[in-house]
Nanobody, 121 residues
């Protein structure tokens, strides 16, 4: 059974940083893209960033380019999201996702349960 377990969320002031982690288990992920989505209250879930196994393909939403960095440690089956210069509009539940494809920007095969990120002004 595939599990994606997020950690690292919390409360931070605007301009601060947080690092999210997502540990994957249950199957080999060598052909999977892994990534992050977020959902703010009253809004639809939106794509944030994704990275393929080899790190050859990396994608970011325009709203986070230059502030967020996605990376992965394949030996640990873990993907990270380093979030810098956080803004109040980054407040949301952040979800880890995985898809057997080189690109993950929409639908996913697997989802984590989410971790709350709150940025105060």
């Amino acid at each position: 059974q595939v599990q994606l377990v997020e950690s690292g969320g919390g409360l931070v002031q605007a301009g601060g940083s947080l690092r999210l982690s997502c540990a994957a288990s249950g199957r080999p992920f060598s052909s999977y893209a892994m990534g992050w989505f977020r959902q703010a209250p009253g809004k639809e879930r939106e794509f944030v960033a994704s990275i393929f196994w080899s790190s050859r393909w990396i994608y970011y939403a325009d709203s986070v380019k230059g502030r967020f960095t996605i990376s992965r440690d394949n030996a640990k089956n873990t993907v990270y999201l380093q979030m810098n210069s956080l803004k109040p509009e980054d407040t949301a539940v952040y979800y880890c996702a995985a898809k057997e494809d080189y690109r993950l920007t929409g639908t996913a095969d697997y989802w984590g349960q989410g971790t709350q990120v709150t940025v105060s002004s």
